[in-house]
């Protein structure tokens, strides 16, 4: 019932629960079918979607070393 294409693509390498071999096709170029992790890589870098607070960002670093310089330099 599969096309022909499908029928010969390379299988996923992951395990069910129940412990058997994944039976769907893995994504091109992944060694894991769609639904075990083979699509996502994570969001992609500079993502400003994926930020929870921006507490360890590169400016607020640098603002709070800049701080800390400061109350250095005054003590």
Known sequence: MQPERLAQA???LARTRS??????????G??????HGGKGSGAPECNRNAWKHGGRSAATLSAARYLRELARLLD
């Open 10 to 12: 390379r299988r996923c």
């Open 30 to 35: 992944r060694r894991r079918c769609r639904m």
């Open 19 to 28: 412990g058997t071999a994944c039976q769907s096709p893995a994504v091109k």
